[in-house]
């Protein structure tokens, strides 16, 4: 399993901006696709975006425009750019992995926005 640390959230008023990063434990050539998915309570947890091995990218409609996913492979990190944040985009925020057919999930980080 892929090891995965996420850093990054916190309390934002709304229309603030946050920064996720997840940074895996193996390089990130060898991982198929790396993602954030987001859960909120009594919610399914729903991906927000990912990116491919070869740099495609998808995203939520909910957060198109708004929300920009990059890599660092030199770094092994995946990042999430937050801006415009609306309160419903509380949520707990996990990075997803999968690799070798193999999904791996970091603990979460919170992402509170609120006036």
């Known amino acids: 399993q892929v090891q995965l640390v996420e850093s990054g959230g916190g309390l934002v008023q709304p229309g603030g901006s946050l920064r996720l990063s997840c940074t895996a434990s193996?390089?990130?050539?060898?991982?198929?696709?790396m993602g954030w998915y987001r859960q909120a309570p009594g919610k399914q947890r729903e991906l927000v975006a990912a990116i491919t091995s070869g740099g495609s990218t998808n995203y939520a409609d909910f957060v198109k425009d708004r929300f920009t996913i990059s890599r660092d492979r030199g770094k092994n990190t995946v990042y999430l750019q937050m801006n415009s944040l609306k309160p419903e985009d509380t949520a707990v925020y996990y990075c997803?992995?999968?690799?070798?057919?193999?999904?791996?999930w970091g603990r979460g980080t919170q992402v509170t926005v609120s006036s």
């Open positions: 997803n992995a999968a690799r070798y057919g193999v999904d791996s």
């Open positions: 193996v390089s990130i050539y060898s991982i198929s696709s």
